[in-house]
């Protein structure tokens, strides 16, 4: 489940990795986001603008460039364990055994691979689904209630992305999350559902972790950042990339993989975790009563604090 916004600092790693160079170029730039908050509204300006692609889209594309890069790809092949020996990791699929000098797991926020499972207070649950609207605005617009938000984007078909995070006794379905807010209530009313719903759970929050049994981690499977910070799939490249980075020196022989993880684990807590932290406290003031709640809505409506918010929740510049 995603919001399939990518950040304007995600666009030139992605740019590099894609052999289609007019897959970004003919993506709807989105300049704006809304929040909408106990009847309150307040616009945002987001700079650099960011673009709004279907995921489906994106990880085709990113999958047969990296098949013409020359990197061995294994489609509909599931990974069911990796062992640490000596010098090989031993990587089990269904039916044949792989063996690697190194290995990066980008299976998600579940994966069967970690070893240690996060554990949460609150039950979240992502939901998402498109649907045809007339009339699409070049935002990106998020709608809070009481246990979980939903977002809204134009996809540039004649479609929107609706995705919501929601606690799993506040809502089970999107029917049921368009209801909690007014606003998303009104305006969903005329959408005719253009995909079938998807869901998935839980969604867990915790600290990153960049490696477990020596292998590293990237993307959610690290950490999962809030999603109404749009910087998921930002984080997931420039994790990915910073693995890469990390990982060549060892795989030349002129370190050893210790080093190479603790390299990692450097640079991705100064690159990455400022962002993450950021936006678990803007996630616990929209939780807050509702009287606090507004207030800190009045305070976000001053530009200044405005371009603030958003700039905390975005990555720092890679070196």
Not at 304 to 318: C, E
Request: aromatic share 8%.
């Amino acid at each position: 489940v995603c919001g399939e916004f990518i950040s304007g600092e995600a666009l030139p790693i992605l740019k590099s990795l894609l052999s289609d160079g007019g897959l970004l170029a003919d993506a709807p730039r989105i300049k704006g986001a809304r929040i909408f908050l106990d009847g309150r509204k307040v616009d945002f300006t987001v700079d650099p603008a960011a673009i709004s692609l279907s995921r489906h889209v994106l990880d085709l594309n990113l999958w047969n460039s990296a098949i013409g890069a020359g990197v061995y790809g294994r489609s509909r092949t599931r990974v069911t364990g990796v062992e640490t020996g000596e010098s090989l990791f031993s990587i089990s699929c269904e039916g044949e055994t792989l063996h690697a000098r190194a290995v990066v797991n980008a299976a998600g926020r579940w994966s069967n691979l970690v070893h240690s499972k996060r554990v949460t207070g609150d039950r979240w649950i992502g939901l998402k689904q498109h649907f045809f609207e007339n009339g699409q605005a070049p935002h990106c617009d998020l709608y809070f209630f009481p246990g979980g938000y939903c977002g809204v984007q134009s996809l540039g078909d004649g479609t929107v992305n609706a995705a919501a995070m929601v606690r799993a006794d506040a809502a089970r379905n999107l029917a049921s999350v368009f209801k909690e807010n007014l606003d998303l209530a009104k305006r969903s009313r005329k959408w005719r559902p253009a995909t079938e719903p998807v869901a998935t759970s839980p969604l867990l929050f915790g600290a990153p972790r960049t490696s477990d049994a020596e292998t590293i981690l990237v993307g959610d499977a690290a950490a999962f950042i809030d999603p109404f910070a749009g910087d998921g799939i930002s984080i997931a490249l420039h994790s990915g990339r910073l693995a890469a980075v990390s990982l060549a020196p060892y795989l030349r022989g002129e370190c050893s993989l210790q080093v190479a993880l603790s390299s990692y684990d450097r640079a991705y807590r100064d690159l990455l975790e400022p962002a993450l932290r950021a936006a678990a406290l803007l996630r616990f003031l929209l939780q807050l009563p509702k009287a606090l709640r507004l207030t800190a809505l009045s305070l976000i409506q001053f530009p200044l604090l405005a371009r603030l918010a958003v700039q905390k929740t975005r990555l720092r510049k890679a070196a």
